[in-house]
C-alpha cells in the first residue's frame, strides 16, 4: 500500500491525540482541581488570583510585588490591578521599603488572614478527598514530577 501524500493529510494529524496532550491534559487538571475551590471562594467574593496572592502571602512577611506575581503565578500588570482592589477591600497592605524606597513590599492584613482561616476547613476537606481518591504517595509523586517539570529548559 502506498503511503499518503504528506501534503494532503491535515495538518492537525502532525499532532499527538488531545487525550495525551501535556498542555490540556494539565488544564484539564486544573478544571478539576479548581471546581470545588472556585465554589468555596465564592462564598467569600473573592476570585481564584485574590486566593493565590493570599496565600502566598500567608506564607511570607511581606513580599515585593515582581516574587508574588512569580510565585502565585500572575503577570505583573495583574498582579498591580488585583493589588489595588484587594489593598481597598483591607485584605493586604502595601508600604514602601525603609531600606530602598523605590520597593514596595506587600504583606496580608489581619482581614486577609481570617479569610484564609475561615476558609481552612472546607479548603482541607477538598484536599483530604483529592488524597482519598488520588492517594497520597501518587499525589506526593505527582507534586514532585510538576516540580521537575517547571525546570526544564523548553
Keep these: 500500500m502506498d503511503k499518503p501524500d504528506p501534503s494532503s493529510v491535515p495538518v492537525s494529524s502532525n499532532f ?10 494539565l488544564l484539564r487538571a486544573r478544571e478539576r482541581i479548581m471546581v470545588p475551590i472556585r465554589e468555596m471562594l465564592q462564598q467569600s467574593g473573592i476570585s481564584e488570583q485574590q486566593w493565590r ?3 502566598v502571602l500567608d506564607e511570607a512577611d511581606g513580599m515585593e510585588q515582581t516574587a ?3 510565585a502565585a503565578c500572575l503577570q505583573l500588570p495583574s498582579l498591580t490591578r488585583i493589588l489595588k482592589s484587594m489593598e481597598a ?4 497592605a ?36 483529592i488524597e ?16 521537575e517539570l517547571q525546570q526544564t529548559r523548553i
Design 94 to 129: 502595601r508600604k514602601t521599603d525603609e531600606a530602598d524606597r523605590r520597593r514596595t513590599v506587600v504583606t496580608i492584613t489581619a482581614e486577609g488572614r481570617s479569610l484564609i482561616a475561615r476558609h481552612r476547613a472546607r479548603n482541607a476537606e477538598i484536599f483530604a478527598t
Design 68 to 70: 508574588i506575581a512569580h
Design 16 to 25: 499527538g491525540a488531545t487525550s495525551r496532550s501535556l498542555p490540556i491534559a
Design 89 to 92: 477591600d483591607g485584605l493586604v
Design 132 to 147: 482519598a481518591e488520588f492517594g497520597r504517595e501518587k499525589l506526593d509523586l505527582l507534586l514532585d514530577l510538576l516540580d
Design 53 to 55: 496572592i493570599l496565600r
